[in-house]
């Protein structure tokens, strides 16, 4: 069975940090990516980052570059976001989710994604 857990979140103050952890099962690891992916109450969701978790490329939405980073540690089957520098509008019940291939090319914040996790609630406060 096909598993994704989404652990790592809760409350930061503004300007704090968090590192998000998605650690996977059922599935041979390295033949699919898994994104981040966040939604804010009243928002549509929205993708963070992916990983080819085979080769490490990542892909990253602009709007987050510099402040969160996906990697992956494929001995733990885990995928995690490090997230600096947050923001009251970071607040988000936050997803990870496997692709249908092992690459993120492709719009992949639109298309693809075939399991989720349950999700984690991250609130930065102000």
């Known amino acids: 069975e096909v598993q994704l857990q989404a652990s790592g979140g809760g409350l930061v103050q503004a300007g704090g940090s968090l590192i998000l952890s998605c650690e996977a099962s059922?599935?041979?690891?390295?033949?699919?990516?898994i994104g981040w992916f966040r939604q804010a109450p009243g928002k549509e969701r929205e993708g963070i980052s992916c990983?080819?978790?085979?080769?490490?490329?990542?892909y990253d939405q602009d709007s987050m570059k510099g402040r969160f980073t996906i990697s992956s540690d494929n001995a733990k089957n885990t995928v995690y976001l490090q997230m600096t520098s947050l923001k009251p509008e970071d607040t988000a019940v936050y997803y990870c989710a496997r692709r249908d291939r092992s690459s993120c090319q492709g719009s992949w914040w639109d298309n693809g994604m075939d399991y989720w996790g349950k999700g984690t609630q991250v609130t930065v406060s102000s």
């Open positions: 059922g599935f041979p690891f390295e033949n699919f990516a």
């Open positions: 990983i080819n978790t085979r080769t490490g490329i990542t």
